[in-house]
Structure formats: C-alpha cells, structure tokens
C-alpha cells in the first residue's frame, strides 16, 4: 500500500510533442503528489506538486493531472524541449507524515531535437 | 539558497571495507534522508533523520548505518561494503512541518564496491 508505480521506464519525444508521464498509488491517505525532475549529475529537485482536493494543476509547460477515484496522477509536458530531457520522479507522502516521500521508479526522458 | 553538499562525487572501495559517506545541509533542516538510487528502481530510502541523533529505518537499510550527531550533518556507514551496494547514494533534507515536504537533494555520490 506504499507503492507508488510509476511507468514508462523511458520515454523518447520530438522537440514541440507533449511528453505523458503516469503515476498510480494504492494508499488512500496520501495527500501530497510532488514531482521531481533530476538533470544528469545533479540531485533531484521538486518541479511540481498537486494536492487531491483539485484535478489539475499548471505551471507553464508543465502539468499535473490527478484522478483521485482511479488513484492515478500524471505529469504533462507540453511543447517538450531537448532541456527538458531529464528522469523524472513522482512521489505521494501524507501531509501529517514526518516528511518521508514515497517516490516512483522514475522516467528517464529523451527530447529530440 | 539551500545548499546540501555531499563529501565525494566518486568513491571506489573494495569489498569489506568500511565506508563512509557524508552530506552537510546548511539551512538548518530537521529532517535529514540518505537514498540510494537504481536504474529502474528510483529512489529507495535508506535511513532518515529528524533530529539530531534521532533515525529511523527507512525501506532498504540492511548492511548500513547512520550517524547524527550535529544538526547539519548526517553520516551513510557501510560497515563492510559488498558489491551489491554499487549504486548512486542521494542525500536529501527538509524543513519539518513544511506545507509541502519539499526535499533539497545533494549531487549524490556514486560508490563502486570491487
């Protein structure tokens, strides 16, 4: 129940495509979705982040959609850039919780040019 | 800005050596975390702190320890390192209570066992 899956493992794009990243979690009570992006050599860091109280949330290029009856979330690039390529990490915690996340398996993502 | 600094960006040890890994915060965090990460797997949390010498187990922390004893800094032992724990280690540390949880990452540390 503490899972989160996350899928593709991979993902290839053309520049100006939009690039679909899927999350599912099993547990209930999580009440926090962030998404890490995390650049060769560089430490993951916090991109975006959506609370279940609303379906989508946007900010520029980048956009979480989040369907709470069928416990899945997703991260949308629009208009994808080769600055874009990255891995990218969902993650699901509990606001209450001591500030552990549970991250997916990530995505590495490829945009073409 | 937040910065976490972790003490080697490559480390190559040799199997049964004692291995120490080490990441500094310097904005004062509570929360402390060590992760290790495998193509496929993400991100697998190893220990995490919450308070100076504080720790919890986090899902993988078999064959390591930690180590808490100054607020800034938190300590990755391999008491006796073996080859399945060639992997990139991550540190990360948070505010405590923060709305969002947000994590501050180091640039990791990639540690090959021979």
């Known amino acids: 129940q503490q899972q989160v899956k996350q899928s593709p493992q991979s993902l290839i794009v053309q520049k100006g495509g939009i690039s679909i990243i899927n999350c599912a979690y099993e547990?209930?009570?999580?009440?926090?979705f962030p998404w890490y992006q995390q650049f060769p050599g560089k430490g993951p860091a916090l991109l975006i982040a959506?609370?279940?109280?609303?379906s989508e949330k946007k900010e520029g290029r980048f956009t979480i959609s989040f369907n709470k009856s069928a416990k899945q979330f997703s991260l949308h690039i629009m208009d994808s850039q080769p600055g874009d390529s990255a891995t990218y990490f969902c993650?699901?915690?509990?606001?209450?919780?001591?500030?552990?996340?549970?991250f997916g398996q990530g995505t590495t993502l490829q945009v073409k040019p | 800005d937040v910065k976490v600094t972790q003490s080697s960006r490559y480390l190559v040890k040799r199997t049964g050596e004692k291995v120490f890994l080490e990441c500094v915060q310097d904005?004062?965090?509570?929360?402390m975390f060590w992760y290790r990460q495998d193509p496929g797997l993400g991100l697998r949390l190893i220990y995490f702190?919450?308070?100076?010498?504080?720790?919890e187990k986090g899902d993988i922390p078999e064959g390591y320890s930690v180590s808490r004893e100054k607020k800034e800094r938190f300590s990755l032992i391999l008491e006796s390192a073996s080859t399945n724990q060639t992997s990139m280690y991550l540190c990360?540390?948070?505010?405590?209570?923060?709305?969002?949880?947000?994590?501050?990452f180091g640039p990791g540390t990639r540690l090959t066992v021979l």
């Open positions: 990360a540390s948070s505010v405590s209570g923060s709305y969002n949880h947000e994590q501050f």
């Open positions: 547990n209930t009570a999580f009440d926090y």
């Open positions: 959506i609370r279940p109280d609303v």
């Open positions: 993650a699901a915690t509990f606001s209450s919780n001591t500030g552990k996340l549970i």
């Open positions: 904005m004062d965090h509570e929360n």
């Open positions: 702190s919450y308070d100076v010498k504080m720790k």
